[in-house]
């Protein structure tokens, strides 16, 4: 069974600092990764997805990830946070029938 | 493009009575439609999928008779929430899968979220 795990419940880091988001998952086929983020009392975003080909993908507002298939891991990463990077990121897990699987979430915090 | 409502954002119900949340795909067809649950603080839970012109599909502790899904065209699911008590209290939230341009690959776009308070 697929399954998505982000060790980090909460981080917080200084405006201007970089930012890495874990992400680690379970899935017994190639999969389609994807990272979302939601303010409070929103919807999802998509910041950036994976579905093959170059491991090193661009996402909106300066976000990129990095898919490792060794370790089994899709990290987000943004060299300098602002204030208004402020959300909750979750990192999911999909096949082709888009049966999507979510992890627990980060809570990220920006100190001024 | 690839935009997804949803109506009402807010509800506030007596319990006892029912609540229908819409979910549409405002400028695509989507043929699948899938329903979340998310408690504060806490991550997406998938409740069912919704396809056209068929049943939907529950996950395993979702019960079907109180969570009714219709998926009557390609552009609309409804939930409707029977007989609601304050633990169905919840953010809900719809989503619709569209195919990637490549034409093999999926993925979802999600609306914005309605919040159920069932007093």
């Known amino acids: 069974a697929q399954s998505v795990t982000q060790p980090d419940i909460h981080i917080t880091v200084s405006e201007g600092a970089s930012l890495e988001l874990r992400c680690n998952y379970s899935?017994?086929?190639?999969?389609?990764l994807f990272w979302y983020v939601q303010s409070p009392g929103q919807g999802l975003q998509l910041l950036l997805k994976?579905?093959?080909?170059?491991?090193l993908v661009q996402g909106i507002k300066g976000f990129e990830a990095e898919f490792k298939r060794s370790q089994s891991s899709f990290n987000l990463c943004k060299p300098s946070v602002h204030w208004s990077d402020a959300a909750e990121y979750f990192c999911a897990v999909g096949g082709n029938n888009n049966d999507m699987r979510f992890g627990a979430g980060t809570r990220l915090t920006v100190k001024p | 493009g690839a935009v997804v409502s949803q109506h009402p954002s807010w509800v506030i119900c007596k319990s006892g009575t029912s609540v229908k949340i819409e979910c549409r795909s405002l400028d695509f067809q989507a043929t699948t439609m899938f329903w979340y649950r998310q408690f504060p603080k806490q991550s997406l839970m998938l409740m069912a999928t919704?396809?056209?012109?068929?049943?939907?599909?529950?996950e395993q502790g979702v019960e079907k008779d109180k969570f009714l899904i219709n998926h009557a065209s390609l552009t609309l699911s409804t939930l409707t929430v029977t007989s609601a008590h304050p633990e169905d209290s919840s953010f809900y939230i719809c989503?619709?899968?569209?195919?990637?341009?490549?034409?093999?690959?999926?993925?979802?776009?999600f609306g914005p979220g309605t919040r159920l308070t069932v007093t």
């Open positions: 899935y017994g086929a190639t999969p389609y």
């Open positions: 994976y579905f093959s080909g170059d491991t």
């Open positions: 919704s396809n056209e012109g068929s049943k939907a599909t529950y």
């Open positions: 989503s619709a899968r569209v195919r990637t341009a490549s034409g093999v690959t999926y993925e979802q776009y």
